[in-house]
């Protein structure tokens, strides 16, 4: 085996599950720990520095990073990352002094932006504090895409959206509302230096089996819509019902996603006595989170899983019902999988379907003749890396470029982005120019068997976020279901963080290979062996040869005794009773700090 490359970051940061997971590669350890100490103000900082939208994030985030933790591994739930990020929004203090200002003198560039969902607002948020001009145009009288048009007030408040998406306008972003952009290549024409393209993916996909050609999908209170339409419609308030135009009282909804939680929870909320979702896959593989899933059962709502739509009926051309063919999922030996019938059908009454099976991209404005090329899915062909267009002044991020993802991902996008304008408006090249990042590792060693966190193993239930009642919760769409973590909460969910991102550090040349390390190892992850020349044979002289191959193992070189020191770090908790325990000192505890965090993301 290799001794370990600890000269740079990839390691370390690898190791802080939780920070890797997340697509902006927010330092979660860190902000705990300030949540802990009670320093809201500065936790919210860290966290704008990297995702951008702390109480928004804290609320709707799909939280990639709590299936990470390592508290999963040693109790059944991880730590509560995301409900700690909103902690850290509702608690600040007024954080306009602190925000980065754009600077008089700018740097003579423009840059357009197309869109303003969280990939766009991140690029400015970026490069407005480096002296670019930046103008975003919108099609919608308000900034935040899809945030404000598909997550529903009752997730998302109004206000908190508009605070941080101000923080950014504020810089000196110049905004065109109600704009929209029909021609990619007149806007070329306007003397732009680039052009970031974030219009997501607007586009809802329909069911079309028979009876859809018999529905009105066009008309403003249409019985059939797709479900990002018909969010949209209620957030922007196209819809207002009243006794001439009473809200559908019978809902169904097709679909499993987030998108079809949010539709049957508003539906609820307009006045709808019943509203049945039904999707083709069981109810454990449905795509939409599991908290989504549990508010909406909690709500009332009802919960059918496979059953595959095969019908909508009508009577003198108005819908009535929607029928259904019982269906299981069988999967072949690579998982595939195919939907049997089972010969059993339901017929399910209705007077409003909202289709909530997917979402594409949009691209028609663009001409396919200025040197964009597009894929078999038709979205455009981005290099990975600067997401630089094959029309090299032209940038794509977040669900335009990928297709429908997450919120997170869009800002990690943004951040990718800013890089490679900043670079491509040098004269640089976005790939081969793109500068890495530096990182510190601090020790934690205060004297002897003293910390600077929390190194118990205690096993802590995780604290479970309040609601207003379920019953008061349905009745208005603006009442935010959930109440966020007092004080008392927060910090008892923040003492459950491990402080993965405290490294245990080795220094091979004060090891005396005493095993003492070894002996108070609670997870048996540290391991002194003779060197093989088969890594295979190495592993069988492990206290715990079982290995994780998607974590990396800290490798030390050759010891005196031609030994080597290999320590799991899938495994280790970062308790730090080996850098307690060690008579010489060749365990230390070191916090790892990343400097310019986002060109981390690659």
């Known amino acids: 085996m290799k001794k370990t490359d600890t000269g740079n970051y990839q390691h370390f940061l690898k190791v802080v599950d939780c920070q890797q997971a997340c697509p902006a590669h927010t330092p979660v350890p860190e902000y705990i720990r300030l949540i802990a100490e009670k320093r809201y103000t500065d936790a919210y900082l860290l966290n704008w520095e990297s995702n951008v939208f702390p109480g928004i994030l804290g609320r709707v985030c799909d939280r990639p990073c709590e299936p990470a933790c390592r508290r999963g591994r040693v109790e059944e739930t991880p730590v509560a990352i995301c409900r700690l990020k909103r902690v850290a929004a509702d608690n600040k203090e007024d954080i306009s002094a602190f925000l980065p200002k754009a600077p008089r003198k700018k740097n003579g560039k423009r840059i357009a932006l197309i869109g303003a969902g969280p990939a766009s607002m991140t690029v400015a948020r970026d490069l407005l504090p480096l002296g670019y001009d930046v103008v975003m145009f919108e099609r919608d009288a308000k900034a935040g ?70 529905l009105d999908e066009k008309s403003e209170y249409a019985q059939i819509d797709t479900g990002i339409n018909w969010l949209a419609k209620v957030s922007f308030e196209h819809l207002q019902y009243d006794e001439n135009t009473p809200a559908p009282k019978k809902v169904v909804v097709l679909g499993g996603g987030n998108t079809a939680m949010d539709c049957c929870r508003t539906a609820k909320r307009l006045g709808a006595e019943e509203v049945t979702v039904l999707v083709r896959s069981s109810f454990e593989t449905m795509k939409a989170s599991p908290w989504e899933k549990e508010d909406a059962a909690a709500e009332g709502i009802t919960i059918l ?5 095969l019908e909508y009926k009508l009577e003198q051309g108005r819908l009535v019902a929607v029928l259904f063919e019982q269906v299981e999922s069988v999967y072949d030996k690579v998982g595939n999988r195919t939907l049997q019938a089972t010969g059993e059908t339901l017929l399910v009454e209705c007077d409003q379907v909202l289709v909530a099976v997917g979402q594409d991209t949009a691209f028609e404005w663009i001409e396919r003749d200025i040197g964009i090329s597009f894929n078999q899915w038709g979205r455009p062909k981005v290099n990975s890396h600067s997401l630089q267009s094959t029309l090299p002044t032209v940038f794509f991020g977040g669900d335009a470029a990928f297709g429908p993802k997450n919120i997170i991902s869009a800002v990690a996008n943004g951040h990718q982005v800013a890089i490679s304008i900043d670079l491509f408006c040098q004269n640089a090249d976005p790939i081969e120019d793109r500068s890495d990042t530096s990182f510190n590792l601090i020790s934690q060693k205060m004297g002897i068997h ?35 973590f007092d004080e008392q909460l927060a910090l008892a969910e923040a003492s459950r963080c491990l402080n ?82 060690c008579p010489t000192g060749a365990w230390d505890m070191k916090k790892l700090l990343i400097n310019n965090i986002n060109a981390t993301i690659k």
Not at 305 to 309: A, E, L, R, S
Not at 567 to 573: G, P
């Open 450 to 484: 003293e910390w600077s966190y929390q190194s118990g193993i205690d096993h802590q239930e995780r604290n479970l976020v309040p609601h207003i009642a379920w019953d008061e919760a349905v009745k208005t769409l603006t009442t935010e279901v959930e109440l966020g």
């Open 500 to 581: 993965c991102d405290v490294h245990t550090v080795f220094t091979e040349s004060t090891c005396i290979e005493c095993s003492a390390c070894e002996d108070v190892c609670p997870m048996d992850c540290i391991n002194f062996v003779e060197e093989e020349s088969e890594d295979a044979q190495m592993v069988k002289q492990f206290r715990v040869s079982e290995l994780n191959t998607e974590q990396s193992l800290l490798v030390s070189a050759p010891l005196k005794t031609g030994h080597i020191m290999v320590k799991d770090e899938d495994v280790c908790l970062h308790c730090g009773l080996c850098a307690e325990r």
């Open 145 to 214: 895409g899809m945030m404000r048009s598909q997550i529903p007030a009752f997730r998302l408040p109004e206000a908190v959206l508009d605070e941080e998406l101000n923080y950014i306008i504020n810089m000196g972003l110049e905004c065109h509302f109600g704009e929209e952009i029909s021609s990619l290549d007149k806007l070329l024409q306007a003397n732009f230096d680039a052009i970031f393209v974030g219009t997501g993916a607007p586009n809802g996909r329909w069911l079309k089996i028979p009876g859809h050609d018999q």
């Open 305 to 309: 899983p496979n059953y595959n739509p």
